[in-house]
């Protein structure tokens, strides 16, 4: 224990100032290369919802045609009056 406590000063006298320590290149380095990750990631984002939304377009607009068609058909079928019916 005694050279334990006999470190602390050694210690105390290596930390710098607080108002001195900068983050330096390598802090510019990891934000930058952050920032450029997002970027991308937004962009990519971005391409995925317009193309999702294009997809879902088109499929309600193939989803309305196919219910005119299949109520079309099923119009045309029933304009005959059933047997025995007068018109």
């Keep these: 224990m005694a050279s334990a406590v006999s470190m602390l000063p050694l210690l105390a006298d290596d930390i710098p100032d607080p108002s001195v320590v900068t983050p330096g290149v390598g802090g510019f380095a990891v934000f930058f290369f952050l920032a450029v990750v997002l970027f991308f990631l937004a962009r990519s984002l971005g391409k995925h919802m317009r193309r ?6 088109a499929q309600e607009s193939a ?15 029933n304009t005959e009056p059933p047997d025995g019916a007068r018109p």
């Design 63 to 77: 989803d309305e045609e196919t219910a005119d068609t299949a109520g079309t058909a099923d119009a045309a079928d």
């Design 52 to 57: 999702a939304r294009t997809n879902a377009a």
